[in-house]
C-alpha cells in the first residue's frame, strides 16, 4: 500500500510540473507572438536564457552624447561642459566637443585662471593658457588674451583664487569676451564661462558662486560648480 502511494504522489507531482510547464511556455508565446516552440527549445539547448520581457539594449542606444551631456547637442553643434576646481585641492575641468582640453588634477595644477581657445568653425582647439592670480604676473593673462585671434571661442574655468592680481585692464579684456560677471569676480570665488572674441555668434554662457564664509561649503571656498551646453557651429 505504502508503495503505491508512494507512485500515486510521485505521478500527482509530475503532472503538476507538466502543467506549469506547459502555462509557462504559453504565456511567452503569448508575450511574443514571433517565438515559438522551437526557439524555445533551441535556446534551451544552447544553455541559454530566453527572456522576452528585456529589451534589445543594442538596437534601442541612440547617439551618444560629447562630454557627458544628457543627450546631444543638434546637427553638427559643438558640446561644452566645465568644471571650475574644488577649493584648492581638485583642479578645473574643461571639455569641448569631446575632448578633454584640461583635466581635472590634483593640488598645485591649474591654479587662478584657466583659458581654452578654439576656432569658431572648425572646433579645433587653439591653445591653453594656466594663469596663477595669487602670486603670478597678470601681465601674463593680459599678453594671452590679446592673443586670441578673431573668431575664437574662449572657455575660461577658475580654481582657488582667479582675482587677488586681476587688474582693470585684464578684467576689461574678459569683459570684451562678453563675461558679465568678470568685474564682481573677487577672492577666491568661483567662475565659469564661455564667450568669444569677435565671433559670428555672440556666445555667452557663465555662472559664478561668491567666496562667503557662512555659506561656502568648504570653510574658506564655496562649493564646485559646472557649466555644460551645445555651441552652433559655423558652416
Not at 562667503?212 to 551645445?230: A, F, Q, V
Amino acid at each position: 500500500m505504502i508503495y503505491v502511494r508512494r507512485e500515486k504522489l510521485k505521478f500527482i507531482f509530475m503532472m503538476a510540473a507538466l502543467i506549469i510547464s506547459i502555462s509557462f511556455v504559453l504565456k511567452l508565446l503569448q508575450m511574443n507572438p514571433e517565438l515559438t516552440v522551437s526557439n524555445l527549445v533551441e535556446r534551451s539547448v544552447g544553455g541559454g536564457v530566453y527572456v522576452p520581457w528585456k529589451p534589445d539594449n543594442h538596437k534601442n542606444d541612440g547617439p551618444k552624447s560629447k562630454c557627458g551631456l544628457p543627450k546631444p547637442c543638434p546637427g553638427k553643434d559643438f558640446a561644452f561642459k566645465i568644471y571650475s576646481g574644488a577649493t584648492n585641492i581638485i583642479g578645473p575641468q574643461i571639455c569641448f566637443d569631446g575632448k578633454m582640453i584640461i583635466e581635472k588634477d590634483t593640488r598645485g595644477n591649474w591654479p587662478g585662471i584657466n583659458i581654452a581657445v578654439i576656432n569658431e568653425k572648425t572646433g579645433e582647439h587653439v591653445n591653453t593658457g594656466s594663469f596663477n592670480m595669487w602670486n603670478g604676473k597678470v601681465e601674463d593673462l593680459i599678453e594671452f588674451l590679446k592673443s586670441i585671434e578673431d573668431g575664437s571661442l574662449v572657455l575660461i574655468a577658475s580654481f582657488d583664487d582667479p582675482a587677488t592680481k586681476l587688474n582693470d585692464e585684464a578684467r576689461a579684456l574678459i569683459a570684451d569676451l562678453g563675461s558679465s560677471y568678470i568685474s564682481k569676480i573677487k577672492f577666491r570665488d568661483n567662475w565659469i564661462f564661455v564667450g568669444g572674441k569677435k565671433t559670428i555668434t555672440h556666445v555667452s554662457f557663465e555662472t559664478h558662486m561668491k567666496n562667503d564664509r557662512e555659506t561656502n561649503k568648504y570653510e574658506s571656498w564655496p562649493e564646485m560648480i559646472e557649466l555644460e551646453g551645445c555651441i552652433p557651429r559655423i558652416d
